[in-house]
């Protein structure tokens, strides 16, 4: 089993516990981590891979032959991002779970408008009752209201229909797109 960590510091409800500790063979689990959500390094390209030794040696043979190392920056940054003080991570995970639950309290108080709470990372997945495909709404959003999101069958044929929107933006920005969405849906 594969299990992409990647969001695991970013878990709002509860301690925050990998599959691999859930399973009763944690041995058949590779798991995957990275500085990208939890430090904000989206795009430095540094992670890691847990496992079996003998299935991450196998891995790194690979991996040496086809991918070049990150940056030596990119490796001091995250060494000093997970030895280093974390009180600019705890301070950036509260405000990403103020702004979810803004964003959530919100999403129920809007007619035409639904999406689960989200447990972890900073996206909800929103129902919106509005005609048209994810990506025909999504334009429409756009171009009459200036709100972006992401159309939701990008995600896969289960996405359509449905809209992601991130709340890694300011309550601001956040209260501007939902009163658009919300004016959107009560003019349909």
């Known amino acids: 089993m594969l299990a992409d960590e990647v969001y695991l510091g970013l878990t709002y409800d509860g301690d925050p516990t990998g599959i691999a500790a859930l399973t009763g063979h944690p041995?058949?689990?590779?798991?995957?981590?990275?500085?990208?959500?939890?430090y904000a390094m989206t795009g430095w390209r540094v992670g890691w891979l847990g496992g079996?030794?003998?299935?991450?040696?196998?891995?790194?043979?690979?991996?040496?032959?086809?991918?070049?190392?990150?940056?030596?920056?990119?490796?001091h940054a995250a060494i000093a991002a997970l030895t280093g003080p974390q009180a600019p991570v705890e301070e950036m995970y509260d405000a990403f779970a103020e702004r979810r639950d803004y964003v959530a309290e919100r999403i129920d108080a809007i007619d035409g408008l639904s999406a689960p709470t989200p447990d972890g990372a900073f996206y909800a997945f929103l129902d919106v009752d509005l005609p048209g495909s994810s990506l025909d709404i999504a334009k429409r959003l756009l171009r009459e209201r200036d709100v972006v999101l992401a159309p939701g069958d990008g995600f896969g044929e289960?996405?359509?229909?449905?809209?992601?929107?991130?709340?890694?933006?300011?309550?601001?920005?956040?209260?501007?797109?939902?009163?658009g969405i919300e004016a959107a849906l009560r003019e349909a």
């Open 27 to 38: 041995e058949h689990v590779l798991t995957i981590g990275s500085c990208s959500k939890t």
């Open 158 to 179: 289960a996405g359509e229909g449905k809209l992601r929107l991130s709340f890694a933006n300011s309550l601001d920005q956040l209260e501007r797109g939902l009163d």
């Open 52 to 75: 079996p030794q003998a299935v991450i040696d196998e891995v790194t043979k690979i991996h040496e032959s086809t991918t070049a190392c990150a940056g030596s920056v990119a490796q």
